[in-house]
C-alpha cells in the first residue's frame, strides 16, 4: 500500500502538515476497506476476454450508501488524489492476480476532479504500473460528464498527456447525458461505451437501433471502439453484435467477479451465441483469409530509427500498421507523414529525439478496424465509410491479423458475388436451397426469438404447363417471384427451392403471428387476380379450363392458384435440425391443397 509520506502528501495540504498526515492516514484506513470487482469486457464475435472494468465493493463497510458518496466525500476534504492512488494501486494489483492478465486491459473509472487536488502530480500510474511488471497500455481511464473537467483545453491537455504516456482513454456512459457529443469531440478517446440506457430492450426499439447504428459507424471512422454496456438479455446481445459493438459488457456476458477465479479467457456461452450466427456456407473469413495482405508492422515503442529502415528496405507498402504491447491495432504510419523531416537536415536526428517527436505516437493516422469474423459486407461498409483510408485491419480476437486495401476488397467482393451467383436460382434470380438452409440453421440457433416459415406450391402446376406450355409456365414462375418482391418485407429472406416451390422466412424479437399470416393471404390472393390474364376470356369466366392430369386423362383444372404451408416457432421451442422444419412444413402442404383457404398453419411441436 502506498504510504502517506510516499504520496506526497505532508506539505501540500491546505492545513497543516500533522492535519494533512492524520486525514490522509484516516482515507487510507477506508480505502483498506473497500474492495473491487472485475467485470469482463469480452469480443461478440468469439467471446474472448479483451479486458475488465474495476467497480467498487465494500463501500458500505467505510460508511457510505454508494460510491459516489464515498468520493464525493474524499474530494471535499481534499483527499481525492490520496485516496484514487490507493485504490488504483489496489484494482492493478487484483487484474495482476488474473492469470492471463498479460493480454488483457483494466479499464479503471477516473474521477477527473483528481486535477483540482492540491497533492496532484502526474506520473503515479506508470509507477504502479511498473511496480507490477505492467505497461501503461494495459490500463484505460474511463471519464465521463459527471464530474465536467473545467475547460475544453484542460479536458484535451489532460487526454492528449495520457495518451502520450502510453495511457488509453474511454469515454464511459455516452448517452446518459446532454454532453455526449463535445466530450467525445473535445476527448478523442480510443474508447466509447454506450450507457445501458440506450442497450435496454433495444431489440423492440427501432430509435435505438438506428442511434446505436449511426454512432458505431461514426466510431469506426474516427478509429475509436465501441463498447455496449449493460446488456442484460440474449435479445439485448444478438442486436449489438449485428449492428457491429466492438465490444460488449453486462450481466448476460458475466456478472462482476471479486475472484478472479471466476473470471474466463474464453467465455463459451457468448462464443456459442457467435457461433450459431455464422453457420453459412458462404464463408466469409475464407474468403478474407485468401484475399487479405500480411504486412510488416512496427511495435509503439520501437524506435522511429526501425522505422526509417523498414521504408527503405520496404518497396511494396509505403505505410505500416502500428501495434501496442498486445499486437493490438492503433493505426498506420504512413510515409508522407514523416517526410518532412527525412528529407530535412538532420532529420534523422530529429525523428530519433523523443524530446521533439514523441515517438511513432506522433505519425499515426488512425485506420477502421474489423474482426475477421466481421460479415463481408459490413467491412464493405466501413472501407466505403472512410475513403481518405488506405484500407480496414483485420483482427482476430483484438490481435492484429492482416489487412485489406482497396483491390483486395474488390477481389472479396468479386468472389462473395460469384459465390452468391452460383446460390442463385437462374429463373427467378432468388436464392436457392443453401441459402434457404443456412437461413433456417442461423434462426433455429437463436434462443430468444420468434421465428415465421411460409412454403408455397402452385396447384396443378403440371397440368397448366402441359396446356399452356412451359414458356407461359415460365411467365407464372416469374410473376409469383415478382409478387414476392413486391409485398414481403427487406428484413425477410425469400428462396426458391426450385420449379414452383417457394419459401419467405422471417425471425421476430416479438410474437407475430397475425401479420406473418396477413402477409401469406396478401400474397395468395394478389397471385390469384394476377394470374388471370394467362388464361383465356371463357376460362376465367368459368374459373376452370381443361387439360389432362399425370396419366393422361382429360380433367378439368381450376384456374391456377397456390397453396401456403405455415410454421410458428416460439423461443425455447425450436428443433436443431432444419429437416425437422422442413418435414413439417412438408406434411401441412398437403393439408394446405385440401383446405378451402389453401393455408395450412402449426406451431412446432418437439417429437
Known amino acids: 500500500m502506498i504510504s502517506v509520506a510516499g504520496a506526497g502528501l505532508d506539505t501540500n495540504y491546505r492545513g497543516s502538515a500533522a492535519t494533512a498526515s492524520e486525514l490522509a492516514q484516516r482515507w487510507l484506513i477506508k480505502t483498506a476497506l473497500v474492495d473491487f470487482a472485475l467485470q469482463p469486457i469480452v469480443h461478440p464475435l468469439t467471446g474472448v476476454l479483451f479486458g475488465v472494468e474495476a467497480l467498487l465493493r465494500g463501500f458500505e463497510k467505510a460508511g457510505y450508501s454508494n460510491p459516489q458518496g464515498f468520493f464525493d466525500e474524499a474530494f471535499a476534504e481534499d483527499a481525492l488524489f490520496i485516496v484514487d492512488t490507493s485504490l488504483r494501486e489496489k484494482a492493478i494489483a487484483k487484474f495482476k492476480r488474473i492469470d492471463f492478465h498479460d493480454k488483457l486491459i483494466l479499464f479503471y473509472n477516473y474521477d477527473p476532479r483528481i486535477l483540482e487536488m492540491p497533492d496532484y502530480r502526474p506520473g503515479v500510474t506508470e509507477r504502479l504500473m511498473t511496480n507490477f511488471d505492467l505497461h501503461p497500455g494495459q490500463i484505460c481511464f474511463e471519464i465521463n460528464e459527471k464530474y465536467p473537467i473545467d475547460s475544453h483545453e484542460v479536458l484535451k491537455g489532460f487526454t492528449r498527456n495520457m495518451k502520450e504516456r502510453g495511457i488509453k482513454i474511454a469515454l464511459d456512459d455516452f448517452g446518459s447525458g446532454f454532453a455526449g457529443m463535445e466530450l467525445l469531440y473535445h476527448a478523442d478517446p480510443g474508447f466509447l461505451k454506450f450507457d445501458r440506457f440506450l442497450i435496454s430492450r433495444i431489440e423492440n426499439d427501432a430509435r435505438k437501433k438506428n442511434i446505436c447504428a449511426h454512432m458505431v459507424a461514426l466510431c469506426r471512422m474516427q478509429g475509436i471502439t465501441t463498447i455496449a454496456e449493460g446488456i442484460e438479455t440474449a435479445a439485448e446481445f444478438r442486436v449489438c453484435k449485428d449492428i457491429g459493438f466492438d465490444l460488449v459488457q453486462g450481466f448476460f456476458i458475466q456478472k462482476p467477479q471479486t475472484d478472479t477465479a471466476e473470471l474466463f479467457f474464453v467465455n463459451e456461452h457468448i462464443k456459442a451465441a457467435a457461433d450459431s450466427g455464422q453457420r453459412r456456407r458462404l464463408n466469409d473469413v475464407e474468403l478474407i483469409q485468401r484475399e487479405i495482405l500480411q504486412i510488416d508492422t512496427i511495435g509503439i515503442h520501437d524506435d522511429v530509427r526501425v522505422l526509417l529502415d523498414k521504408f527503405h528496405d520496404q518497396q511494396t507498402f509505403n505505410f505500416f500498421p502500428v501495434l501496442d504491447e498486445q499486437l493490438r491495432p492503433l493505426g498506420i504510419v504512413h510515409e508522407k507523414t514523416i517526410k518532412q523531416y527525412v528529407y530535412s537536415p538532420y532529420g534523422r536526428e530529429l525523428l530519433s529525439n523523443k524530446s521533439v517527436t514523441k515517438g511513432l505516437r506522433t505519425f499515426i493516422t488512425p485506420v477502421p478496424v474489423a474482426d475477421i469474423h466481421t460479415p463481408q459486407d459490413k467491412i464493405l461498409e466501413i472501407f466505403l465509410a472512410n475513403p481518405e483510408s488506405e484500407g480496414v485491419i483485420i483482427v482476430q480476437n483484438t490481435e492484429y491479423f492482416g489487412f485489406l486495401n482497396a483491390k483486395s476488397l474488390l477481389n472479396l467482393i468479386h468472389e462473395k458475388n460469384l459465390a452468391l451467383a452460383r446460390d442463385m436460382n437462374p429463373l427467378t434470380r432468388l436464392p436457392g436451397n443453401t441459402v434457404i438452409h443456412g437461413f433456417m440453421s442461423k434462426v433455429l440457433a437463436q434462443a430468444g426469438t420468434f421465428c415465421y416459415f411460409a412454403y408455397f406450391d402452385f396447384d396443378n402446376f403440371k397440368p397448366f404447363n402441359d396446356r399452356y406450355g412451359f414458356r407461359q409456365g415460365d411467365r407464372a414462375i416469374l410473376l409469383f417471384a415478382a409478387i414476392l418482391r413486391r409485398l414481403v418485407p427487406g428484413d425477410f429472406l425469400i428462396g426458391h427451392v426450385g420449379g414452383d416451390d417457394f419459401f419467405i422466412g422471417q425471425e421476430s424479437a416479438a410474437r407475430n403471428a397475425g401479420a406473418f399470416l396477413r402477409l401469406v393471404e ?86
Open 522 to 607: 396478401e400474397i395468395q390472393a394478389n397471385f390469384n387476380e394476377e394470374v388471370k390474364p394467362f388464361f383465356l376470356p371463357e376460362e376465367r369466366a368459368a374459373g376452370y379450363y381443361a387439360s389432362t392430369d399425370r396419366e393422361n386423362k382429360a380433367m378439368q383444372f381450376r384456374i391456377l392458384s397456390i397453396s401456403a404451408a405455415i410454421v410458428e416457432l416460439e423461443p425455447g421451442r425450436k428443433p436443431e435440425k432444419p429437416e425437422d422444419i422442413s418435414a413439417l412444413l412438408a406434411r401441412l402442404k398437403k393439408d394446405a391443397k385440401s383446405s378451402t383457404s389453401g393455408r395450412a398453419s402449426a406451431a412446432y411441436q418437439a417429437g
